[in-house]
């Protein structure tokens, strides 16, 4: 069965500054998605990043970017330009890709404090 | 907005009673997925249903129950509540295409008395 591991349950980055998440997983299977989602305190659930395993170049998004790295199962975010607006529980998620069944796991979370 | 409507926001009931959460997908969305968030916890994954059938289950309670209908709109059965059952209960869908990810309504609070 398929899991994701995030160790940090909180980490705390200074305003402007760069902070990165971990997030480990484990699978057999060779093709799959992998996600970020955002949690702030209004608890609305909202997508950061993803990214296609098949695809060797890391996703950005503005100042979201990932650290894919395939052969050792891990799939890091980092945020860069830190802003009060990114502190917000950070969820890491996986999906396999069978066709119309697509079960997400979801890892435990990371607060991420920012400090002004 | 992310087009998920999730109704109600909030619910409060007691042990012992049963309640129904309500879930419309975004336009166009195959798939309805349901979580459950408690309090400081990850998301638990419920169920997943894709164009009315059930395609994946994950730690559903046999007191809970879900269905798609016709119209796509899902709904979350809960009976014989129980305090823990306290938490918040997230659907999301997404269009069922492989590369497309999935998206979430703002969750139903249910408090159990």
């Known amino acids: 069965a398929q899991t994701v591991t995030q160790s940090q349950p909180e980490m705390s980055v200074q305003e402007a500054e760069t902070v990165t998440l971990s997030c480990t997983y484990d699978?057999?299977?060779?093709?799959?998605?992998l996600f970020w989602y955002k949690q702030p305190p209004s608890r609305q659930m909202i997508l950061v990043i993803r990214q296609e395993a098949y695809k060797q170049q890391n996703a950005t998004e503005n100042r979201f970017s990932v650290n894919f790295q395939k052969a050792a199962k891990s799939f890091s975010l980092k945020i860069s330009d830190s802003q009060l607006g990114d502190a917000a529980m950070y969820f890491c998620?996986?999906?396999?890709?069978?066709?119309?069944?697509?079960?997400?796991?979801f890892g435990t979370g990371t607060r991420l404090k920012v400090l002004a | 907005d992310s087009g998920v409507t999730q109704t109600p926001k909030h619910l409060i009931t007691a042990t012992g009673q049963r309640v129904t959460l309500r879930c419309s997908p975004r336009s166009g969305d195959l798939s309805v997925y349901w979580y459950q968030q408690s309090l400081d916890q990850g998301l638990q994954f419920l169920i997943q249903?894709?164009?009315?059938?059930?395609?994946a289950k994950g730690n559903i309670l046999e007191r809970f129950s879900a269905q798609q209908f016709p119209d796509l709109h899902s709904e979350l059965n809960l009976s014989s509540l129980e305090l823990g059952d306290s938490a918040l209960y997230f659907c999301a869908s997404s269009s069922g295409v492989a590369n497309q990810p999935q998206h979430f309504g703002d969750g139903t609070r249910l408090s159990i008395l």
């Open positions: 699978t057999s299977e060779s093709d799959y998605y």
């Open positions: 998620a996986y999906r396999r890709s069978t066709s119309g069944t697509y079960k997400y796991i």
């Open positions: 249903y894709y164009n009315g059938e059930e395609r």
